[in-house]
């Protein structure tokens, strides 16, 4: 998904009409300040689990987190 970025000057003399753009279209917007994405505004979502979606699959598990993590293959260790 392409999203739309914006200068604050820009969103802030336009604010209703990117509002109605963001309503419509239901895509989000980026708001940057000197070129750095600062405020991302996205169409509301009643449905709990589709904000949830994204997430999905995305976590990883340990099944032991205290223990080392990649001690095998390290050159140093050898």
Same mark, same amino acid.
């Given at each position: 998904?392409?999203? =739309? !970025?914006?200068?604050?000057? =820009?969103?802030? /003399?336009?604010?209703?009409? +990117?509002? $109605?753009?963001?309503?419509?279209?239901?895509?989000?917007? !980026?708001?940057? @300040?000197?070129?750095?994405?600062? !405020?991302?505004?996205?169409? +509301?979502?009643? &449905?709990?689990?589709?904000?949830?979606?994204?997430? $999905?699959?995305?976590? /990883?598990? +340990?099944?032991?987190? @205290? &223990?080392?993590?990649? &001690?095998?293959?390290?050159?140093?260790?050898?």
């Amino acid at each position: 998904m392409v999203m =739309q !970025i914006v200068s604050k000057s =820009q969103f802030k /003399s336009q604010l209703l009409e +990117y509002l $109605r753009k963001v309503e419509e279209g239901k895509k989000p917007l !980026i708001v940057s @300040h000197g070129g750095k994405p600062v !405020i991302k505004v996205s169409p +509301y979502q009643e &449905d709990p689990e589709e904000a949830l979606k994204s997430l $999905r699959n995305s976590v /990883s598990s +340990y099944k032991n987190p @205290h &223990d080392p993590v990649g &001690d095998k293959g390290w050159e140093a260790l050898k």
